[in-house]
């Protein structure tokens, strides 16, 4: 296993990707607020570049690149967010770029890669064809492998997100994130370790796909197996990476209903007018639904995305 990052890969992160990110937003929702009985601030990732925060260790782990690996290009496996998010940093560098998508993702997110400039490599939609035709591909071409999460590099680059929710917000009493495959809640607590020891960092998941709550739990990493979850960018295991750091620094993980996790998706929209897709409102769901008692405190929620299918709306199919 890779060496693991440190807050001082967060803060050299930060330094290198400053040109290529947006610095998103934090903002406050007095409403929000008063329904949760805490001092919320949330950072605005749903603005970020991509539509999400996974540009950030995407452009940290391509910004970090040799030149002759850049020349070789870069690859991954993935249908969600990181596959755009590879395209745009291997943009920034005019590299090649490999992604590899099972041939079942919607035409919505193969038209997103294809737009940052991808070469997309359709394979069947199981975990086993994506390993084997990402392997072909890095084999022929000598792309270097970008994962979406278990890489030093790309969790460095998803905390540098928490290191500017401190630096807007000020002291906070806990820091709040969703979690799936766990770079941005692993790249969060390592921001909070060396910028704001004192908060507690807590992570959030969907009860439907409880796989990092289960591995906390237990101790070692339990797969997702058949995930059922209307937050789709949660839907993966962590990482022999994300979990060390998460198993040494977060507070805890708790779990969330769908009809939670719709509400506040719901209310986001309705009450701070910011479109944010549903894995983004799982943290606010925790508040919502009585997981976490922070009442008085001052808290931080990393809205993680806003790439939402305008068409599938959770409230407007569960009317049909």
Same mark, same amino acid.
């Given at each position: 296993?890779?060496?693991?990052?440190?807050?001082?890969?967060?803060?050299?992160?930060?330094?290198?990707?400053?040109?290529?990110?947006?610095?998103?937003?934090?903002?406050?929702? &007095?409403?929000?607020?008063?329904?949760?009985?805490?001092?919320?601030?949330?950072?605005?990732?749903?603005?970020?570049?991509?539509?999400?925060?996974?540009?950030?260790?995407?452009?940290? /782990?391509?910004?970090?690149?040799?030149?002759?690996?850049?020349?070789?290009?870069?690859?991954?496996?993935?249908?969600?967010?990181?596959?755009?998010?590879?395209?745009?940093?291997?943009?920034?560098?005019?590299?090649?770029?490999?992604?590899?998508?099972?041939?079942?993702?919607?035409?919505?997110?193969?038209?997103?890669?294809?737009?940052?400039?991808?070469?997309?490599?359709?394979?069947?939609?199981?975990?086993?064809?994506?390993?084997?035709?990402?392997?072909?591909?890095?084999?022929?071409?000598?792309?270097?492998?970008?994962?979406?999460?278990?890489?030093? &590099?790309?969790?460095?680059?998803?905390?540098?997100?928490?290191?500017?929710?401190?630096?807007?917000?000020?002291?906070?009493?806990?820091?709040?994130?969703?979690?799936?495959?766990?770079?941005?809640?692993?790249?969060?607590?390592?921001?909070?370790?060396?910028?704001?020891?004192?908060?507690?960092?807590?992570?959030?998941?969907?009860?439907?796909?409880?796989?990092?709550?289960?591995?906390?739990?237990?101790?070692?990493?339990?797969?997702?197996?058949?995930?059922?979850?209307?937050?789709?960018?949660?839907?993966?295991?962590?990482?022999?990476?994300?979990?060390?750091?998460?198993?040494?620094?977060?507070?805890?993980?708790?779990?969330?209903?769908?009809?939670?996790?719709?509400?506040?998706?719901?209310?986001?929209?309705?009450?701070?007018?910011?479109?944010?897709?549903?894995?983004? /409102?799982?943290?606010? /769901?925790?508040?919502?639904?009585?997981?976490?008692?922070?009442?008085?405190?001052?808290?931080?929620?990393?809205?993680?995305?806003?790439?939402?299918?305008?068409?599938?709306?959770?409230?407007?199919?569960?009317?049909?």
């Amino acid at each position: 296993m890779p060496d693991l990052p440190t807050h001082a890969d967060v803060l050299a992160a930060a330094g290198r990707i400053t040109a290529a990110v947006h610095r998103t937003p934090v903002i406050t929702c &007095r409403a929000l607020d008063a329904l949760t009985g805490a001092r919320l601030h949330l950072k605005c990732e749903n603005l970020q570049k991509v539509g999400a925060f996974k540009a950030r260790g995407a452009c940290n /782990a391509v910004l970090s690149l040799s030149d002759e690996q850049a020349r070789r290009g870069v690859a991954t496996h993935s249908s969600g967010n990181h596959a755009a998010a590879l395209a745009y940093a291997a943009g920034l560098r005019g590299i090649p770029v490999h992604v590899v998508m099972p041939r079942t993702s919607r035409a919505v997110k193969k038209a997103a890669v294809a737009g940052y400039g991808a070469r997309i490599v359709e394979c069947e939609p199981t975990q086993a064809a994506r390993e084997a035709t990402l392997a072909e591909v890095v084999r022929s071409t000598g792309a270097t492998f970008i994962h979406p999460y278990n890489d030093p &590099r790309v969790i460095a680059g998803q905390g540098t997100a928490a290191l500017e929710l401190l630096a807007d917000a000020g002291p906070l009493d806990a820091l709040l994130t969703p979690v799936g495959g766990g770079g941005l809640l692993s790249g969060t607590c390592l921001a909070a370790a060396g910028a704001s020891p004192a908060a507690a960092v807590w992570g959030t998941e969907p009860a439907g796909a409880d796989d990092a709550f289960r591995s906390l739990a237990q101790g070692r990493i339990v797969p997702s197996v058949d995930p059922r979850t209307v937050a789709d960018g949660l839907l993966t295991s962590l990482g022999e990476l994300t979990f060390a750091i998460i198993r040494e620094h977060v507070r805890g993980i708790v779990t969330v209903s769908e009809d939670a996790i719709v509400a506040a998706m719901r209310l986001i929209w309705e009450r701070t007018k910011l479109v944010v897709e549903p894995s983004s /409102a799982v943290p606010l /769901a925790a508040l919502l639904e009585g997981k976490l008692d922070l009442g008085g405190q001052r808290v931080g929620i990393i809205l993680s995305g806003g790439n939402v299918d305008l068409g599938e709306l959770p409230w407007a199919v569960q009317t049909r």
